[in-house]
């Protein structure tokens, strides 16, 4: 059986990443590893309480992986919220939506109601786009 076990943001910064998934949003930490022997690269991924899913919070990186030019893409699609979007789902929007605004989650888009259920937004400090919904189906 395939299933879906992690998948990948890019963040400017790991440690603010980090602090803002497990303060705001509620995430707990996976792993924090660094290796030395590939140039102190991070493996930092967190996920929700009692769910297998990790988010790996991946810096952006520089060459030989990543040019400059590429990276500087990464960043500019990232600022317009469009380095991808993760999406969470809530029982409950409109209080998942306050319980993370009274953690300082910043939304810029209210809980309102869709053809597929109650749906949030907001934005991560590196801003990548989260969408918080709570389908109908």
Request: proline share 6%; charged share 25%.
């Amino acid at each position: 059986m395939i299933k879906v076990g992690s998948m990948q943001l890019w963040v400017h910064d790991q440690d603010e990443a980090l602090r803002f998934y497990t303060e705001k949003v509620g995430f707990e930490v996976r792993h924090d590893v660094t290796l030395g022997d590939m140039g102190d690269f991070r493996w930092l991924t967190v996920g929700t309480p009692g769910e297998n899913f990790e988010l790996v919070l991946m810096a952006i990186p520089g060459e030989p992986v990543m040019d400059p030019q590429t990276a500087d893409e990464v960043r500019k699609l990232m600022a317009k919220g469009f380095a991808g979007t993760l999406f969470l789902s809530t029982d409950d929007c409109r209080a998942s939506f306050k319980e993370l605004s009274g953690r300082g989650v910043e939304f810029n888009e209210e809980p309102h109601d869709t053809p597929y259920g109650v749906d949030a937004g907001f934005r991560d400090p590196s801003g990548n786009s989260v969408r918080l919904t709570q389908p109908n189906f």
